[in-house]
T-cell receptor, first 113, second 115 residues
Framework: GQQLNQSPQSMFIQEGEDVSMNCTSS?????WLWYKQDPGEGPVLLIA?????ELTSNGRLTAQFGITRKDSFLNISASIPSDVGIYFC?????????????FGKGTLLTVNP | EAGVTQFPSHSVIEKGQTVTLRCDPI?????LYWYRRVMGKEIKFLLH????????ESGMPNNRFLAERTGGTYSTLKVQPAELEDSGVYFC?????????????FGSGTRLTVV
């Protein structure tokens, strides 16, 4: 089946630093997604990318959909303590109404104030 | 509007016992999904309902897992008998048929520990 390789597995950074994480796939996806999971909660969608090469921002977050459609990265600028959590990349190939997502293993982000 | 509700939030059971997890989707959402995350691994798709019908159950690990969605409202996921490797967090998600990914909402999950 399709697999997503997400790196790094974990990051420990100081407040104010920028963060970058990425995801690569063994196969093509036509949509890439980035989720954040806070402790005790479910994943919440941060950014959705629909076109190869697309660069999208959401506040301090920037994500790009790789030109080959097999990779994506997420940048967080000027990190703050509430950025702590697990970040997941996910991909899917839309068709009808089946939004079956394939996830990476997650990046655990710790921000030291 | 109320979000996706899952209960229990935690369950600890012994190997060989039966556990039933419940998911209440957002009202009006025809699509309902079950996912599972084993510690340190990816969140993996288990199955997808459209109303009361199973659209895709390709991710169900084996026949010890049984999912139902009677009447197309809430869903249950039963594990019988539970094994140690079934431990993990089980997430439910729901969406409208034409809602797109921004309408795809996850519940807080049920953390299952099999001892």
């Amino acid at each position: 089946g399709q697999q997503l390789n997400q790196s790094p597995q974990s990051m420990f950074i100081q407040e104010g630093e920028d963060v970058s994480m990425n995801c690569t796939s063994s196969s093509i996806f036509n949509t890439w997604l980035w989720y954040k999971q806070d402790p005790g909660e479910g994943p919440v969608l941060l950014i959705a990318l629909y076109k190869a090469g697309e660069l999208t921002s959401n506040g301090r977050l920037t994500a790009q959909f790789g030109i080959t459609r097999k990779d994506s990265f997420l940048n967080i600028s000027a990190s703050i303590p509430s950025d702590v959590g697990i970040y997941f990349c996910a991909g899917y190939n839309s068709g009808g109404s089946n939004y079956k997502l394939t996830f990476g293993k997650g990046t655990l982000l710790t921000v030291n104030p | 509007e109320a979000g996706v509700t899952q209960f229990p939030s935690h369950s600890v059971i012994e190997k060989g016992q039966t556990v039933t997890l419940r998911c209440d989707p957002i009202s009006g959402h025809d699509n309902l999904y079950w996912y599972r995350r084993v510690m340190g691994k990816e969140i993996k798709f288990l199955l997808h309902f459209v109303k009361e019908s199973k659209q895709d159950e390709s991710g169900m690990p084996n026949n010890r897992f049984l999912a139902e969605r009677t009447g197309g409202t809430y869903s249950t996921l039963k594990v019988q008998p539970a094994e140690l490797e079934d431990s993990g967090v089980y997430f439910c998600a729901s969406s409208l048929r034409t809602g797109g990914v921004y309408g795809y909402t996850f519940g807080s999950g049920t953390r299952l520990t099999v001892v």
